[in-house]
Protein backbone atom coordinates (compact mmCIF):
# COMPACT_ATOMS: atom_id res chain seq x y z
CA UNK A 1 0.00 0.00 0.00
CA UNK A 2 3.01 2.00 0.88
CA UNK A 3 4.55 1.39 -2.40
CA UNK A 4 1.00 2.45 -4.59
CA UNK A 5 0.77 5.87 -2.67
CA UNK A 6 4.21 6.74 -3.18
CA UNK A 7 4.37 5.92 -6.84
CA UNK A 8 1.14 7.89 -7.59
CA UNK A 9 2.42 11.06 -5.43
CA UNK A 10 5.71 10.62 -8.31
CA UNK A 11 3.13 11.13 -11.54
CA UNK A 12 3.91 13.98 -13.57
CA UNK A 13 0.27 15.22 -14.44
CA UNK A 14 -0.38 17.28 -17.53
CA UNK A 15 -1.86 20.21 -15.74
CA UNK A 16 1.08 20.56 -13.58
CA UNK A 17 3.53 20.14 -16.46
CA UNK A 18 1.83 22.65 -18.19
CA UNK A 19 1.52 25.34 -15.58
CA UNK A 20 5.24 24.90 -14.83
CA UNK A 21 6.08 25.52 -19.03
CA UNK A 22 3.73 28.59 -18.31
CA UNK A 23 5.65 29.93 -15.24
CA UNK A 24 8.95 29.48 -17.62
CA UNK A 25 7.50 31.02 -20.72
CA UNK A 26 5.80 33.99 -18.77
CA UNK A 27 8.49 34.53 -16.25
CA UNK A 28 6.67 34.46 -13.36
CA UNK A 29 3.42 32.50 -11.39
CA UNK A 30 1.14 35.86 -11.58
CA UNK A 31 1.59 35.74 -15.57
CA UNK A 32 1.60 32.27 -16.25
CA UNK A 33 -1.73 31.85 -14.09
CA UNK A 34 -3.20 34.91 -16.51
CA UNK A 35 -1.96 33.26 -19.31
CA UNK A 36 -3.55 29.88 -18.09
CA UNK A 37 -6.64 31.52 -16.78
CA UNK A 38 -5.98 29.94 -13.68
CA UNK A 39 -5.66 31.56 -10.01
CA UNK A 40 -1.72 31.94 -8.99
CA UNK A 41 -2.67 30.07 -5.94
CA UNK A 42 -3.17 27.27 -8.79
CA UNK A 43 -0.17 27.43 -10.32
CA UNK A 44 1.80 27.66 -7.82
CA UNK A 45 0.14 24.09 -5.99
CA UNK A 46 0.97 22.50 -9.70
CA UNK A 47 4.35 23.14 -8.97
CA UNK A 48 4.43 22.19 -5.52
CA UNK A 49 2.94 19.02 -6.47
CA UNK A 50 6.24 18.54 -9.61
CA UNK A 51 8.82 19.56 -6.24
CA UNK A 52 7.03 16.43 -4.74
CA UNK A 53 6.95 14.23 -7.40
CA UNK A 54 11.01 14.70 -7.95
CA UNK A 55 11.97 15.15 -4.79
CA UNK A 56 13.38 18.62 -6.33
CA UNK A 57 13.47 22.14 -6.00
CA UNK A 58 12.58 23.42 -9.23
CA UNK A 59 12.04 27.36 -8.43
CA UNK A 60 14.06 29.43 -6.28
CA UNK A 61 13.72 33.40 -5.48
CA UNK A 62 16.06 35.67 -7.29
CA UNK A 63 15.31 39.61 -5.93
CA UNK A 64 11.61 40.20 -6.42
CA UNK A 65 11.29 37.34 -9.14
CA UNK A 66 12.39 33.56 -9.49
CA UNK A 67 13.94 31.72 -11.35
CA UNK A 68 14.85 27.77 -12.74
CA UNK A 69 17.29 25.81 -10.69
CA UNK A 70 19.58 23.17 -12.55
CA UNK A 71 16.50 20.69 -11.51
CA UNK A 72 13.88 22.89 -13.18
CA UNK A 73 15.86 23.64 -16.45
CA UNK A 74 16.21 20.36 -16.88
CA UNK A 75 12.32 19.19 -16.32
CA UNK A 76 11.68 22.34 -18.68
CA UNK A 77 12.79 20.56 -21.76
CA UNK A 78 11.44 17.05 -20.50
CA UNK A 79 8.19 18.72 -19.98
CA UNK A 80 8.02 20.20 -23.44
CA UNK A 81 8.89 17.29 -24.82
CA UNK A 82 5.85 14.98 -22.95
CA UNK A 83 3.39 17.71 -23.67
CA UNK A 84 4.38 17.32 -27.53
CA UNK A 85 3.94 13.83 -27.36
CA UNK A 86 0.76 13.90 -25.45
CA UNK A 87 -0.65 16.43 -27.58
CA UNK A 88 0.20 14.88 -30.63
CA UNK A 89 -1.60 11.85 -29.49
CA UNK A 90 -4.47 13.58 -28.88
CA UNK A 91 -4.55 15.33 -32.38
CA UNK A 92 -3.93 11.84 -33.66
CA UNK A 93 -7.83 10.76 -31.95
CA UNK A 94 -9.50 13.86 -34.43
CA UNK A 95 -8.92 16.27 -30.68
CA UNK A 96 -7.49 19.57 -31.29
CA UNK A 97 -5.48 20.99 -28.85
CA UNK A 98 -4.36 24.66 -28.92
CA UNK A 99 0.02 24.49 -28.40
CA UNK A 100 2.13 27.69 -27.56
CA UNK A 101 4.74 28.93 -29.50
CA UNK A 102 7.10 31.43 -27.89
CA UNK A 103 8.76 33.85 -30.35
CA UNK A 104 11.94 36.47 -29.04
CA UNK A 105 12.98 39.22 -30.73
CA UNK A 106 15.33 41.80 -29.96
CA UNK A 107 13.81 45.57 -30.07
CA UNK A 108 15.44 46.24 -32.88
CA UNK A 109 13.16 44.05 -35.03
CA UNK A 110 10.18 43.96 -32.81
CA UNK A 111 8.28 47.25 -34.06
CA UNK A 112 8.48 46.51 -37.62
CA UNK A 113 8.36 42.86 -37.76
CA UNK A 114 6.21 41.52 -35.10
CA UNK A 115 3.10 42.89 -36.23
CA UNK A 116 3.46 41.44 -39.70
CA UNK A 117 4.70 38.24 -38.06
CA UNK A 118 1.69 37.84 -35.82
CA UNK A 119 -0.59 38.37 -38.79
CA UNK A 120 0.87 35.90 -40.60
CA UNK A 121 1.15 33.37 -38.46
CA UNK A 122 -2.10 33.26 -37.87
CA UNK A 123 -2.69 31.64 -41.32
CA UNK A 124 0.38 29.74 -41.50
CA UNK A 125 -0.41 27.92 -37.89
CA UNK A 126 -3.49 28.61 -37.52
CA UNK A 127 -3.08 25.73 -34.87
CA UNK A 128 -1.36 27.10 -32.57
CA UNK A 129 -1.44 30.40 -29.91
CA UNK A 130 1.44 32.86 -30.67
CA UNK A 131 3.31 34.49 -27.76
CA UNK A 132 6.02 37.13 -27.79
CA UNK A 133 8.85 37.95 -25.66
CA UNK A 134 10.96 41.18 -25.80
CA UNK A 135 14.45 40.58 -24.34
CA UNK A 136 18.58 40.95 -25.26
CA UNK A 137 20.02 39.21 -27.86
CA UNK A 138 21.91 37.11 -24.79
CA UNK A 139 19.02 36.73 -22.75
CA UNK A 140 17.51 35.31 -25.99
CA UNK A 141 20.30 32.91 -26.28
CA UNK A 142 19.94 31.85 -22.42
CA UNK A 143 16.17 31.21 -23.02
CA UNK A 144 16.16 29.02 -26.21
CA UNK A 145 19.12 26.87 -24.19
CA UNK A 146 16.64 26.59 -21.65
CA UNK A 147 13.88 25.67 -23.34
CA UNK A 148 11.95 29.14 -22.52
CA UNK A 149 11.92 30.06 -26.08
CA UNK A 150 11.17 28.70 -28.82
CA UNK A 151 12.48 30.96 -31.54
CA UNK A 152 14.06 34.27 -31.30
CA UNK A 153 15.01 36.60 -34.46
CA UNK A 154 18.50 37.57 -33.78
CA UNK A 155 20.44 40.13 -35.50
CA UNK A 156 24.65 38.85 -36.81
CA UNK A 157 26.14 36.48 -38.36
CA UNK A 158 23.83 32.75 -38.17
CA UNK A 159 26.73 30.99 -37.40
CA UNK A 160 24.86 27.93 -35.54
CA UNK A 161 23.03 24.92 -36.59
CA UNK A 162 19.65 26.24 -34.99
CA UNK A 163 20.32 29.50 -37.44
CA UNK A 164 18.34 29.93 -40.47
CA UNK A 165 19.17 33.13 -42.23
CA UNK A 166 16.01 35.03 -43.45
CA UNK A 167 17.30 38.32 -44.92
CA UNK A 168 18.64 41.39 -43.60
CA UNK A 169 18.18 44.76 -41.96
CA UNK A 170 19.12 48.23 -43.52
CA UNK A 171 20.56 50.91 -41.05
CA UNK A 172 20.47 54.43 -40.81
CA UNK A 173 21.56 57.19 -38.89
CA UNK A 174 19.30 59.28 -36.57
CA UNK A 175 19.57 62.36 -34.95
CA UNK A 176 17.46 65.35 -33.15
CA UNK A 177 16.95 67.83 -36.29
CA UNK A 178 18.54 70.27 -34.53
CA UNK A 179 21.80 68.21 -33.75
CA UNK A 180 24.41 69.53 -35.93
CA UNK A 181 28.08 67.46 -36.79
CA UNK A 182 30.37 68.84 -34.48
CA UNK A 183 33.57 69.89 -36.39
CA UNK A 184 36.05 67.38 -38.11
CA UNK A 185 38.64 67.28 -35.19
CA UNK A 186 36.13 66.54 -32.33
CA UNK A 187 34.45 63.06 -31.88
CA UNK A 188 30.99 62.60 -33.03
CA UNK A 189 28.88 61.68 -29.31
CA UNK A 190 27.17 58.10 -30.14
CA UNK A 191 23.93 57.14 -28.59
CA UNK A 192 24.31 53.30 -27.75
CA UNK A 193 22.10 50.30 -26.28
CA UNK A 194 24.43 48.75 -23.37
CA UNK A 195 27.10 46.18 -24.66
CA UNK A 196 26.96 43.73 -26.01
CA UNK A 197 24.80 44.90 -29.05
CA UNK A 198 25.27 44.58 -32.27
CA UNK A 199 24.70 47.99 -33.36
CA UNK A 200 26.40 49.35 -31.23
CA UNK A 201 29.13 47.70 -32.87
CA UNK A 202 28.74 48.37 -36.51
CA UNK A 203 28.02 52.30 -35.20
CA UNK A 204 31.55 52.56 -33.99
CA UNK A 205 32.96 50.34 -37.09
CA UNK A 206 31.47 52.64 -39.64
CA UNK A 207 32.87 55.51 -38.43
CA UNK A 208 35.97 53.90 -37.75
CA UNK A 209 36.37 52.59 -41.14
CA UNK A 210 36.41 56.61 -42.34
CA UNK A 211 38.66 57.32 -39.42
CA UNK A 212 35.75 59.73 -37.81
CA UNK A 213 36.18 59.59 -33.94
CA UNK A 214 33.64 58.81 -32.54
CA UNK A 215 32.95 58.75 -28.59
CA UNK A 216 30.22 57.39 -26.61
CA UNK A 217 27.80 60.08 -25.49
CA UNK A 218 24.65 58.10 -23.87
CA UNK A 219 23.87 54.95 -23.21
CA UNK A 220 20.63 52.64 -22.70
CA UNK A 221 18.98 49.39 -22.10
CA UNK A 222 15.96 49.83 -24.27
CA UNK A 223 15.16 51.40 -27.76
CA UNK A 224 12.74 54.27 -26.12
CA UNK A 225 15.87 55.35 -24.11
CA UNK A 226 17.95 55.49 -27.01
CA UNK A 227 15.15 57.16 -29.24
CA UNK A 228 14.76 60.15 -26.13
CA UNK A 229 18.70 60.43 -25.67
CA UNK A 230 18.64 60.94 -29.53
CA UNK A 231 15.75 63.60 -29.26
CA UNK A 232 17.25 64.93 -27.04
CA UNK A 233 20.30 65.86 -29.02
CA UNK A 234 22.59 64.03 -27.05
CA UNK A 235 23.99 62.48 -30.39
CA UNK A 236 23.41 59.95 -33.36
CA UNK A 237 22.33 56.28 -33.36
CA UNK A 238 22.32 53.73 -35.31
CA UNK A 239 18.40 52.02 -36.03
CA UNK A 240 17.12 49.04 -38.08
CA UNK A 241 13.40 50.95 -38.77
CA UNK A 242 12.71 49.51 -42.63
CA UNK A 243 12.43 53.40 -43.84
CA UNK A 244 10.18 54.46 -40.77
CA UNK A 245 11.79 57.64 -39.23
CA UNK A 246 11.04 57.24 -35.46
CA UNK A 247 8.73 60.44 -34.38
CA UNK A 248 10.81 63.13 -33.80
CA UNK A 249 14.02 62.33 -34.83
CA UNK A 250 15.57 62.86 -38.88
CA UNK A 251 17.84 60.91 -40.80
CA UNK A 252 21.10 61.29 -41.42
CA UNK A 253 23.23 61.30 -44.83
CA UNK A 254 25.96 62.91 -43.65
CA UNK A 255 28.04 59.68 -42.18
CA UNK A 256 29.09 56.81 -43.22
CA UNK A 257 26.42 54.31 -44.49
CA UNK A 258 27.07 51.10 -42.71
CA UNK A 259 26.58 47.23 -44.28
CA UNK A 260 22.94 45.98 -43.28
CA UNK A 261 22.58 43.48 -40.23
CA UNK A 262 21.70 39.67 -41.30
CA UNK A 263 18.72 38.61 -39.17
CA UNK A 264 18.23 35.00 -38.18
CA UNK A 265 15.74 32.89 -37.08
CA UNK A 266 17.04 30.59 -33.77
CA UNK A 267 15.04 27.67 -33.17
CA UNK A 268 15.15 25.00 -29.58
CA UNK A 269 16.20 22.00 -29.56
CA UNK A 270 13.21 19.68 -30.52
CA UNK A 271 11.08 22.06 -31.89
CA UNK A 272 8.82 20.89 -34.85
CA UNK A 273 10.49 22.13 -38.13
CA UNK A 274 7.08 23.20 -39.64
CA UNK A 275 7.23 26.31 -37.31
CA UNK A 276 10.50 27.30 -37.73
CA UNK A 277 10.18 27.17 -41.56
CA UNK A 278 7.23 28.76 -41.71
CA UNK A 279 8.41 31.54 -38.89
CA UNK A 280 11.24 31.92 -41.54
CA UNK A 281 9.42 32.08 -45.03
CA UNK A 282 7.04 34.74 -43.38
CA UNK A 283 9.97 37.04 -42.32
CA UNK A 284 11.86 36.20 -45.38
CA UNK A 285 8.83 37.42 -47.35
CA UNK A 286 8.36 40.72 -45.49
CA UNK A 287 12.03 41.45 -45.92
CA UNK A 288 12.62 41.15 -49.56
CA UNK A 289 9.55 42.78 -50.39
CA UNK A 290 8.33 44.78 -46.94
CA UNK A 291 5.92 47.10 -49.22
CA UNK A 292 4.16 43.86 -50.86
CA UNK A 293 4.33 42.15 -47.70
CA UNK A 294 2.52 45.23 -45.66
CA UNK A 295 -0.12 45.39 -48.16
CA UNK A 296 -0.66 41.43 -48.36
CA UNK A 297 -0.90 42.05 -44.29
CA UNK A 298 -3.45 44.24 -45.07
CA UNK A 299 -5.75 42.83 -47.29
CA UNK A 300 -5.52 39.59 -44.91
CA UNK A 301 -6.49 41.88 -41.85
CA UNK A 302 -9.53 43.18 -43.79
CA UNK A 303 -10.61 39.53 -44.93
CA UNK A 304 -10.81 38.31 -41.33
CA UNK A 305 -12.80 41.53 -40.10
CA UNK A 306 -14.78 41.19 -43.14
CA UNK A 307 -15.68 37.03 -42.02
CA UNK A 308 -16.03 38.05 -38.50
Known amino acids: ?64 GSRLTPDGEH ?16 HGFGMETEQTVVIGSTEHAAAQLLPFLAAALEQSLPGYRIRFRIDRGTTLREGLDAGRIDLALLLGPPNDLRATPVGELELTWYS ?49 GVQAAVGAGLGVALMATMGQTPEGLAARDDLPKPAPLPLAVWSRHGLATIISERVAAALGRLLAEPAAAETETVVESLQLVRRA
Do not use: K, Y
Open 1 to 64: MSSTLTDMRRVLDIAPLRSFVAVAECGGFQRAATSLHLSQAAVSQHVRRLESATERALIERQGR
Open 75 to 90: LLRQARRILAIHDETL
Open 176 to 224: SPMWRRPAAAQPVPVVAFDHPCALRTCALEALSSQAIPAVIGAEAIQLA
